[in-house]
């Protein structure tokens, strides 16, 4: 608006305008704004008076030195012709202002018929083309107009402009209803005042907006039949499912912004509150997963027979993450397992089974030792984890990672990070930070390749994230040397998975990545030169 409004002051106006954005961001609005300033009798820093016989004939409608033009229902050439050609004749104002409303939807041959005119325009003129999708717009139209960009508007600007419509208007309106059509608004000012007016017009506040307090505590407190009977209620309600999904789906991105950017997010006073307590049960990540699932199913809804099934299951896929094959709800349910193993109860003791000897085996039987009382067992939970379940990030010491940094994270990487790791050595554990020693500067370099598999296995075992810092020292190359060169052993020996893996005192350092490479295509090869 400033811009428009300094071109007027300045008598700088062009003579053809693109406003391209969201629908009911003003632009219509503001190019009827546009024509009353160009016309007006007495303007007053380039802005119109409103008081003047030209202001006051814009505002009703009835002013002949402004044409509309629906560009939806009239897209013909010779719609076009008929007004481009009435664009050379007088008119009683300074200015004639043409407002084509929807231009990208003109047919081919009559934007052709508006591009000569836009080429050669009468000196009286001004166009104002407005559109939704600029990228549909002919380029010829676009590089001849100056092409000015709508946005949606913030909460608070919607709610000042409404508390100015209600005392202008004399209307009875509450803090309540004023939220609430902000609310519904989402950025548009046109949307905002008729969600006022119908709000207004019903008395009531809660019957434009579904409930969705049933389906966010079935998806916390995972119960499927909840769900499934909260969202038979809204539909009892007169909802449709793809109404449901889509109203859903915006509180569900109020709630993600409220986690994320809560500066961003349009939700307002008791339903901010709300949504906030909302996302602190679900967290971050599993909003994420539920706005995709209900997205997705917006999407299967457009050719779905029956709407409510697809919402039903995913809603279902969502508090049943076993019913998903998605990654998202593998991970979900690893997350589960991570955070707390669920034990189960004791199962009653079973009489033991007979020992089976090896076919051929002369040795006897060995007696069967006394039933002794089951211990609790940890359902799907490694054991591994089970003894770390207590350990926390301040409990490290140096020589306890040094152990389990050989003994458990090493075998958990690729058999390249296993080579290289094998001739390092651990010096320092100071906070978050852990300083490895390798032998050579080349070795250090190649570390980036494996940074991303070990900080994996470093998260996994040791519960908290380890800044891992690397540094060179050449003493460890001549101290560790074998004396005889022998093949290279990349991997941890195969035992089981509890037994632990120690370096091989007496395998050569690795020096190279190379040296792997040619050691394992070559096995007991020796380079000469």
Known sequence: MRALQGAVKNDRVSHAYLFSGPRGTGKTTTARILAKALNCAHPVDGDACNECASCVAITRGSSLDVIELDAASNNGVDDIREITAGAWHGTPGRWKVYIFDEVHQLSKAASAAL??????????????????????????????????????????????????????????????????????????????LSALDQLIATGSITETQPEFDGLFRSLVDEDPVGALKSLAMLRQDGWDPEQLAENFAGEVRQVFLLQVAPEVADAVDADRVRLSAWGERLGLARTVRILETIGRSMREMKSAPEKIVILEVALIRLIKPELDASLDALNERVTKLERGPVRSAPAPAAAPAPVLRPIGSTKGTPPVAPSQPE????????????????????????????????????????????????SSQIRALDGQRLTIALPSEEMRQNTEMISQGLRGAMDHEFKTTLVVEWTVDPA?????????????????????????????????????????????????AEEIS
């Open 115 to 192: 591009l000569k005119t836009l080429e050669e325009p009468p000196q009286h003129v001004v166009f104002v083309l407005a559109t939704t999708d600029p990228h549909k717009v002919l380029p010829t139209i676009r590089s001849r107009t100056q092409h000015l960009e709508f946005r949606l508007i913030g909460g608070d600007t919607l709610s000042s402009l409404l508390h100015d419509v209600k005392g202008a208007a004399g209307l009875s309106a509450d803090e309540a209803t004023i939220d609430a059509a902000v609310r519904l608004g989402r950025g548009s000012a046109r949307d905002a």
């Open 375 to 422: 211990p609790e067992v940890v359902a799907d939970v490694a054991p591994e984890a089970v003894e770390l379940a207590s350990e926390g990030p301040g409990q490290l010491s140096l020589d306890d990672v040094r152990e389990r940094f050989f003994q458990r994270v090493v075998p958990r990487t690729s058999r390249a990070a296993q080579l290289l790791l094998k």
């Open 476 to 524: 460890l190359q001549s101290s560790a040397s074998a004396p005889t060169q022998r093949p290279i052993r990349p991997t941890a020996p195969e035992s089981g998975p509890d037994e632990a893996y120690s370096p091989d005192e007496s395998s050569i350092v690795v020096q190279s990545v190379a040296d792997h490479l040619i050691a394992e295509m070559f096995p007991g």
